[in-house]
């Protein structure tokens, strides 16, 4: 019912900068909480940043100062703006919605994935 898609990654060198994409779509009454979360090879998926339906946000302490979370709520979606980029950055970065769906009620949804790869 819920379909999130996310836009954005690629390669770039050290030093460098993206932005990360995530749109959500679907049978959606109101979106709360979205953010980025990524998984390295070989470690866990972590939280990186989180977005509050009012804007108040969260990072990872890695993150703090060089990455930017923001949404736009009118079109249910969020980006993550990602600056001053290393090779410990490299990894999928996926995009989680927790969101009130239609005749479904409030759950968490997540994409495929995106690939950011950072070479030194």
């Known amino acids: 019912q819920v379909q999130v898609v996310e836009s954005g990654g690629g390669l770039v060198q050290a030093g460098g900068s993206l932005r990360l994409s995530c749109t959500a779509s679907?049978?959606?009454?109101?979106?709360?909480?979205m953010g980025w979360y990524r998984q390295a090879p070989g470690k866990q998926r972590e939280l990186v940043a989180q977005?509050?339906?009012?804007?108040?946000?969260n990072y990872a302490d890695s993150v703090k100062g060089r990455f930017t979370i923001s949404r736009d709520n009118t079109k249910n979606t969020v980006y993550l703006q990602m600056n001053s980029l290393n090779s410990e950055d490299t990894a999928v970065y996926f995009c989680?919605?927790?969101?009130?769906?239609?005749?479904?009620?409030?759950?968490?949804?997540w994409g495929q994935g995106t690939q950011v790869t950072v070479s030194s």
């Open positions: 679907g049978r959606i009454v109101s979106i709360n909480d």
């Open positions: 977005i509050t339906s009012d804007g108040s946000t």
């Open positions: 989680n919605c927790n969101a009130r769906v239609l005749f479904v009620g409030r759950r968490n949804y």
